[in-house]
Each structure stands twice: as C-alpha cells, then as structure tokens.
C-alpha cells in the first residue's frame, strides 16, 4: 500500500491556524486556539506546519519586523504545543491511541504517551553495529535497553565525565533519545533511490562511510505527512517507503530527547509524565566516574526535560522545541535549586560530587508566557499531567542567509545559517552547563554572551568521528560538509559492525 498522498490533500483535515501558508500579520493580535488541545490525532510525523514562509526572510531593516517576529513567534509556539500534545496522546494497554491528552495518574497501571513506544537510539545503534530490530509499536518499549546516559553535552573546555546534572535529591538526571517512524526507517533502510542497491546500514560505522562515499550528505527525505491507513484513533503502524517521496520532500521527521529525574519519597507522581524504567546505578558518582555499573535497577523516573526536534518545510534547520517541569527552578520546593542558598554557584558542573544548583539565564519571553497559560489551563481542566509543563521557547529560521562562521558576533549567531530566532534556547536541565554567559572568544579574548542554541549546534551533527578519522579525505566526496547528518547527532552513537557477534 502506499502511503503518499496528493500535496493539496495533505494538510486538508487541519485546522486553518495549523496548515495556512500566508499571514495576516498586519492585524495580528495574540492567537489562542480554542481547540489546541483536541485536535484529531494524526501521527506526530504529520504535524508539518507550513509557517507563513510568505513572510520571509525578516530582516531588523525591515518597517514591520517587531510585528512579522511576534506573529511567527506565536505561531510556532502554537506548533510547539501541538507537537507536545500529539506526542503525549494516551496510548491504552491494546496500544491505541485514544482521544485523551496524558491524564494525571499515580498508579502502576497507568497508559503511556505516544512517544513511549518509539525506539531508544540505543535499540538502533547497537553496539556491534547489528541490524535492530524492525519497528513495532506494541513491542518497541520492550527493545528499548536500560536508560545508560547521564552526562550533558559539555562545552568544549570540559570533560563530559563532568557534565552530570544532581537534583535535589542527590540523584543524577538521566537522558534519552527517542526516533519517530520516519527516522527509524531513514537510519535503517535508506536507500540509493537511483539504483536498485542494498539500504545503506547508517546505524554503523562502516556504513556511514559507504555513504559518504557515495553522497557526502544525508537528506533528511523522511516523507512529511504520513497517510494513516487505519481509523485516526488507532495507531498508525506502518511506515512509509522512502523511494515514495522526492529529494525535495525532505520534511517529516522527529527526533526527541528527555530528561528523567529519579522520583524520591518527596516527588509526587501524579505531577510527571512518569514512568517504571530500568536504569543502570554507577559506581563512585560522586568521583565524576561512571563507566562501571553495578546493576540494572527499576525506578520510577519523572519527566523534567523535553526536546523535540522537527523537519518542517517552514524551517528547513529544523524546528526546535523544548518543555521542561514547571518546578524545575522555581516554586516553593524547586527540583534543581536550593532557594535557601543565595551563594551557591549556579549551573557549576563537578562530576556529581554534589547536588546542581540550577538556573536558566534565557527567560520565557511575554508571547510564549500568554501561550503557555492558556495552553495549561485548558490542560488542567481535562485533568492532563502536561498542566504541568512549561514551553520554554521555539527556535525557527527566519531566513536563507549564508552563516557566519568566521567573525564575531555574527558567528555565534548564525553558525548554521538561517538566522535563527531566538539566537538562544536554553534547557535548565539538558544544557545546564552550556549556559555560558559572558565569555572570551577569538584572538582577543573579548567578551560576547554565550549560551545554548539548539541550530548553531546541531550544525555541527555529522557521522561517528570514527568514520572521519579513518577515511582519507580524498575518498570522500568533496560535497561533504559541516551539516553531513542535516542537523542530527544521532548517527555519532554508531559503532564499528563486528559481523561475526551479529550472527
């Protein structure tokens, strides 16, 4: 069966606020959308927003800038609540997808959200670079291995064996990256579409050096709207052949990462999106070392950190979008901070050796703030456990300008092009310590601001440095360049294809 689907079909059956290409950003007053919290389910690979490209590129030149900026900004963080909600549907215990957003649930038979039941990056690159296993959703939960990872990315200063994040209650964060359908099938069966040959097994080493070899580039040509050929509140399963769309159909896919803190005697469950997960406990935290674990143990382990990274035809860098738990860093007993210690040092990474106290130095701007409260009240009022997140922001391009990446400031912000806005996006509890501040950069050591920014980062996402290293340049296409992966990190957790253990 195929699943593609005539372009003017393809955004038919959305709302107009979620599908319109042109904006009337002249008479724009704040949107909230009575129905942001009932839309009909679609798979979240769907949800591929055509953003007012009609206003685009903006420029601070431009007589309507403030006006065009505020609108975009209210309209992706509208995108961005739709994507949180779509991804946290309840999935039921015969795993279909039912018409309730997660509901608050304290009890050991509570339904899991839509995202659950994706594949962990480390069911697909494994460590022998084997095939994974296919895709199934009623079983990807189960293949899905012990949560391992609990260092952040650290600055470039620092070791990662550092960079781990302790709460309140002296436990570290631990962290997990997550595939739609969509990405699952490029890293597993991406195929030479011009040639009838074997995909190419980009969930290993060697086979990301085959392609290179051949492309120098990955297109993220992951399908955009998947048709579901089952009823809209069941799970749509299958997942569509990359031969069916074009290299210009490079829209689609999702890639997810999320921050579980360990639930104490003082955490209540029914706040998080919680689950029972089996966790690996290490040895001498409290040294920076890790590498060695005693055992897998089960715990319940609570939501804190939410990124979602999104193909879209509006924001050819990638949408990005992060929620985090609205005690993080504040109210009266916050996860990740001590209120009662004015002096400790802030975001101040040490291996474990203590509890983090946490900020964030990027605030909520005044648009998501009004998006946020009327999102959550509609939320508390369906007795959904998302009441209790925050969207801190979206990041999206603005326009197709070339990046910055020889002087200062223009190379902090637009390393990737595509004049990102904002130029920072900052999660307290994913990129605690890339909240740099005022820092000496270049030969003269002057001070600029720097933070996390999700695009000048995920520019730099390329295939394992392995691969790199050992493949003499001169063998890989000269086309190859900083963003060979399209703004993905997942391909670096690959490893080395060891045929004889793969028997």
Known sequence: MSFQIAAEQQYATFPDWLSKNSCDYENHSLFLPDDITTLPYFPPDAYNKKICRTIKPLTPSDSSYN???????????????????????????????????????????????????WRDTDSVFMENGCTPDGWDFTKNASVNPALKAISQVAPLDMAISQA????????????QKLLSPNIFNLVTQFENQSALVKPYQLYNIDGQIDYLKSYGQVIANTGGYVNCPDDVNKICNSIPALENYGPTDNTGGLTIKVAWKVLGEN??????????????????????????????????????????????????NWVFTTFSHEDNISGSNPLFNDPNCPTCAVNHANGGETKTQVTRLEQIGPITKQV?????????????????????????????????????????????GGAPHPVFLTNEVLETFLQLGNTPVGKDNKLFYKSSSCMNCHVSGGFAQAAINNVPKDQLKS??????TDFMFIFEDAHWLNSQACK
Not at 479 to 484: A, N, Q, R, V
Request: aromatic residues 12%; proline residues 4%.
């Open 267 to 316: 955490d209540d469950p029914s706040k998080f999106i919680h689950m029972q997960k089996s966790v690996k406990v290490y040895e001498n935290l409290d040294n920076g070392e890790y590498s060695k674990s005693t055992k897998n143990v089960t715990k319940t382990l609570g939501v804190v950190g939410f990124h979602i990274s999104h193909k879209t035809v509006s924001s050819p």
């Open 372 to 416: 946020n409260q009327f999102v959550k009240q509609k939320l508390a009022k369906e007795k959904s456990v998302l009441q209790y997140y925050n969207l801190i922001g979206t990041q999206f391009s603005t326009d197709s300008s070339d990046p910055e990446r020889e002087t200062f400031p223009g190379k902090i912000a637009n390393y990737s």
């Open 67 to 117: 006006k065009k900026l505020a609108f975009l900004t209210n309209q992706y963080d509208l995108f961005s609540w739709a994507q949180f909600i779509t991804l946290n549907r309840e999935v039921d215990k015969q795993f279909n997808v039912t018409a309730k957003n997660l509901q608050v649930c304290t009890g050991a038979n509570c339904n899991t959200p839509i995202w659950f039941n």
């Open 164 to 175: 781990i994040l302790v709460d309140q209650n002296n436990e570290p964060v631990y962290y």
């Open 479 to 484: 086309s190859y360049s900083i963003s060979p």
